[in-house]
């Protein structure tokens, strides 16, 4: 049995880290702060005898004896992330000190939920890791951009400085349950207003694209990024290479939920990506791992959990 430690485990993805985690025979310790993570979200592990809830804000130095830490603990919506833009960054920055100091102390692994946004809006398509990006220093999307980027080099610094066991893995947008219904992301803006026959509000045209991968999938690259020897660290893309405009996912959302929403265009959103799709061949071969659930498949079931969602809201 391992001692884990995950960041950001209220989340969306840190939730299904933690369920995961426990069903292979752990012991996890989830931290956070709750500004975009819900309770709700891992209630149903309260009572486990392995599982233990801490709040607690990883931009303040945290220490606990782990086997593992997950570095997850960082608002992920943009209109989250954009709230409180220092606030983000400092949890970036300050969270990937904290937590790659105790890593230090404590000689245990790290992995970094590191994010496809180091690339930017990105000049050359699909995106390799050896890709170093294109972003906008001082703009909307920065404090999320720089920050993981930043909190990357940090990750690599210690690595080099220290031998701390880093692993770092490139997240493309990430979708499933447990996302909450005012996420604020694509896929549960398009499922929620859908589901209420409201429009459907697509930023630009619609011809921007993403690379769409559904939880269940990431958070199996997850694990066994973490399970590789200390000399696999990274960065390692993990997505979902089925690439889809905005516009297309706009129209199987309204497909699949038989709704009577109309799809409407607003202006386009400040630096927003116009393309994003993973090369994964490195995920392939360090990992064994590539994703098994399709597009269309893991929107039925996230549809069916958003069904639910918003009937408890009623
Ligand atoms: P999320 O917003 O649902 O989860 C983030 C969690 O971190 C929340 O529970 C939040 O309360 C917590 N948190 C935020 N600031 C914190 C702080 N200062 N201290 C402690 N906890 C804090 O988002 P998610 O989609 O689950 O993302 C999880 C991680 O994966 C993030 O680091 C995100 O950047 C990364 N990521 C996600 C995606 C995706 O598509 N889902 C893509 C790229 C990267
Ligand atoms: N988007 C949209 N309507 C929405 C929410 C998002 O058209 O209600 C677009 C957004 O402009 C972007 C894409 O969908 O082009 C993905 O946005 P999201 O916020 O999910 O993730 P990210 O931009 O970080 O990849």
Known sequence: M???LVTGGAG?????LCEELLSQGNEVICMDNYF???????????DHPFFELVRHDVTFPYFVEVDEIYNLA????PIHYQYNPI????TSVMGAINMLGLAKRIKSKILQASTSEVYGDPTIHPQPEEYWGNVN??????????????AETL????YYQNKVRIKVVRIFNTYGSNMHPDDGRV???FITQALQNKDITVYGDGSQSRSFCYCDDLIRGFISMMNTDDSVIGPINLGNPGEFTIKELAEIIVDLTGSKSKIIYLPQVEDDPMQRQPIIDKAREKLNWEPKIQLKEGLIKTIAYFEKELEEMR
């Open 155 to 158: 990750f690599f610094d210690y």
């Open 2 to 4: 391992k001692k884990i």
């Open 36 to 46: 975009t993570g819900r309770k709700k979200n891992i209630v149903h592990l309260l």
């Open 137 to 150: 220093p001082i703009g909307k999307r920065s404090c999320y951009d720089e920050g993981k980027r930043c």
């Open 12 to 16: 969306f993805l840190g939730s299904h």
């Open 187 to 189: 896929v549960s803006n």
């Open 74 to 77: 960082c608002p992920a919506s």
């Open 87 to 90: 606030k983000t960054i400092k």
